[in-house]
């Protein structure tokens, strides 16, 4: 029931990602039923082919976060979280109120032992291939050296997994290529991150390389530095829509393509939609909800933290 | 003799601004005058019909900055810093070397009395036409509230005199529109701005609106976030280049057509140029410091901070 578009967008979402999935995946749609019957009925759909959960509530755009997954009960946040930490299924995503499923996620779900804070973490296309992963990209605005450093690995083993790539390479989002430059922050976060082994740090990138560089697939940031990028990205592609430029580079701009904000750091694989998201889009996301569950990302969290 | 394609660049930029500058403008230029009269030789103009202080030394991108300035004793920089601060000049405008300029700049030129920390401003562009200001882009990477505040009145300053918009929109970098969103910084900044009366403030405003609003004249943030934005911005005009894409709103994005990054809250005019500034840039750059100086800036600017 989550987003600007439902029960519409994720009903056509689910139809789309009928087409590709296999027999060893379920989809398990939480919602009202005759909410989603309906929108099934007009796309043409069979609501049979899928698993449904009836809920009766609808937390909304409006709802306070940490009440609305208390008070609303039978809310389908509250109940797919419930869910979700019994084992009943094995990821969740929506594009619902994403302070509500943060809320969820973080009293449900919990951070996996030994991460200090969790982050989210966004896709932003460099050139005809290729992307980074920028986080944090809003969960905390305020960090400190240590919850970047882990960030890195966070990241690294996302990029590790989910894009398959062998040794990722990890860069700090600076305001200057040497060591040296930045705030105290990144100053502090650069030595940390030199000096561990735990991931493939290549040093400083800066602002315009989150768009540009290929010489990253992960780049780390505080939350506030990392939602004002992504935002400026977003408009950027906005921007070119506007003019009426159709450029195959520029196009991969458009979040659609790329589903989610994957939770990194918590027990149980979440990934939280673009409150605009359309079925394309929900579709991008349960096809990245089931990578994060095949890879079992959340048991390499696991593993990588539980050394301390 | 600053910048990389200094002093031909140089050379190019005074003969285009000697097409608009009038008889109350003199444009003395600081450098070699060997070096100086073949690049007028090349491009058929009149090194005569320019004031020329023949300096010997040049403070290159390697130099240290603060010791370049002091050792280097006939720099185009050090001179030309002296005669500002001598009254000679009335204002100085270079695409050398940022860190010696700004050595100069508060070593010799220093602060207003009044103002914490001086900050450094750039003008994106938003839409068919109208910039936002933005600030601070890169000076000072740690900023507390009261900084930021500071930054509020002197970017709207330098919208009102410069820009000419009567009472100038101020918004604060944040990432949400709501009062209480934000990181520590900000949501400390955002009371104390709308407590304000030195300045019109509108409240906060998102990454995507850096390059998108019409709503703002003067967007606030610290010098590391700033320094991000604008070259995420810089990198978007890259990439539109690179594409083919000609558009004339995506155009606005050259910073070629805005001249230099002003220094605001110091004693004189002094206006830093980008390293890859063309003679166009520096065209622009001596239209926009003789609009610093002819508006008297740095007098409102001692004004507005005199009574603390």
Redesign the interface.
Known sequence: MGGDFAPAAVVEGVLLAKEWIDANTRVVLYGHRDALAAEFDRLGGRIDDFEVVHCTEVIDMHDHPVKAVSTKTDSSITVGFQHLAQGKIDGYASAGNTGAMMAATMGMIKAVPGILRPGIAAYVPTGEKGYNLLLDV?LN??CKPEVLVQYALLGSLYAQFIFGIEKPRVGL?N?GAEPEK???L?KQTHELMRASTDFNFIGNV???????NQRTDVIVC????G??????????Y???RE?G?K?P??DRFNFENYGGTPVLGVNAPVIIGHGISTGRAINQMIHQTANVIRTQLCDKFKRAFANG
Chains 1, 2 share one sequence.
Do not use: P
Not at 206 to 212: D, F
């Open positions: 809003g605005s305020d989002l305001i930045g705030n105290l990144t800066e602002g315009g390389e989150v768009i540009s505080d939350g506030f530095v939602n004002v990028v992504l935002k400026e990205a977003e408009a950027l906005v921007l070119t003019r430029i450029d580079v520029l």
